[in-house]
């Protein structure tokens, strides 16, 4: 008689969590995102002793320590480097990279635009507070221009930088924006990125009660959300507002915001039939693009899936593909056949 397959181990948040005292200033959106992550996981069933959790400097980046995983907590601006390092190692291991708007824009800018082009495996939140949290409420990569700070005392002259754009750009194959206060929709973002089969870029609009408080309140607070974000769902309409009475057509140049049932200037009704229906799959990238260039509170803030495009190999399959053709080719050898392989010479 056959012993029965023992039952996998059902896992809860609480498996997730480790004994470290959590170093979060109070009332700080973070919690809210660990507690998403941790609820995620347990849901997905993700085993801990498989998982990797990568890290640079800030606030976000001591993700690890609060992790029941194996983790790394690397310095500023390199989480993505040690990353690709590990994914390419060990394929089969799940890399996660919890970093924020300036560990991963400003000094760590290089390294995550070369992630995102190479399509490594490896999964990207970044938390966008438009802030530096850490060292005390200096202006970041993300900061609106004109914004004051300690270190912007008469306002930030510089443009900032737009992720989701960024990640586009760069070639990213899956990249999606979600919301700190919105626990189900990080958990739901989370497990499509975890099933994306290459680089999935998450940029979480996240609060900073104590140096940017209330940065994203205009968007975000329950009472605007219905009027100030549009959530994109495949398959489905562009459409917003509370009483679901707006939506986005296009116009030729870009996305634009348009009333439905009542006649525009130009004499146009529009109705639901004529809103773009949304569809993350599509290889040209120009509509998540457009989207991703809405002007916030002009125009609507999207939140979901911008992109997300599978039938493209990751870079780690390819690395393994070309070993595998070099070793076809070349047997083993030793580092010292190596050293004396090819053009060599003696000094006398």
Not at 78 to 98: F, H
Not at 110 to 119: A, S
Not at 148 to 167: E, Q, R, W, Y
């Amino acid at each position: 008689m056959t012993a029965a397959a023992p039952t996998p181990e059902k896992l809860t948040k609480k498996d997730y969590r480790t004994d470290q005292e959590i170093r979060w200033c109070p009332g700080c959106g973070d919690y809210a995102i660990l507690n998403a992550v941790q609820q995620a996981f347990a849901e997905m069933g993700v085993n801990r002793d498989n998982v990797a959790i990568v890290s640079g400097i800030g606030c976000s980046s001591r993700f690890p320590y609060y992790m029941e995983t194996y983790g790394f907590h690397t310095i500023h601006g390199r989480a993505p480097a040690v990353a690709t390092g590990l994914k390419v190692a060990n394929p089969d291991l799940d890399v996660w990279v919890m970093t924020g708007d300036g560990d991963g824009l400003s000094i760590g800018g290089n390294h995550l635009i070369h992630l995102l082009r190479r399509d490594v495996g490896v999964k990207v939140l970044m938390f966008n507070n438009r802030i530096y949290g850490l060292t005390k409420g200096q202006y970041s990569p993300t900061s609106e221009q004109g914004k004051v700070t300690k270190s912007t005392p008469i306002g930030s002259p510089d443009a900032p930088f737009n992720p989701l754009a960024l990640a586009i750009g760069a070639g990213a194959t899956f990249v999606a924006r979600t919301v700190d206060i919105m626990g189900q929709h990080i958990k739901d973002t989370i497990r499509a990125a975890a099933a994306h089969d290459g680089t999935a870029f998450i940029e979480v609009l996240q609060n900073c009660n104590i140096f940017n408080d209330k940065a994203f309140e205009p968007i975000v607070d329950r009472k605007v959300r219905d009027d100030q974000l549009v959530s994109l769902e495949k398959g489905e309409p562009l459409v917003f507002g509370k009483d679901e009475d707006q939506g986005l057509v296009w116009d030729r140049l870009g996305m634009r915001v348009v009333k439905l049932d009542v006649a525009d200037p130009d004499g146009k009704t529009w109705t639901k039939d004529d809103l773009v229906v949304w569809d993350p799959t599509d290889s040209n990238p120009t509509l998540a693009f457009a989207m991703a260039h809405l002007r916030e509170l002009r125009d609507p803030t999207p939140i979901g899936i911008l992109r997300q495009i599978s039938d493209i190999p990751n870079y780690e399959t390819i690395v393994h593909r070309q070993i595998e053709k070099a070793r076809e080719k070349s047997p083993d050898r030793t580092l010292e056949q190596l050293i004396y392989s090819g053009n060599t010479w003696e000094v006398g």
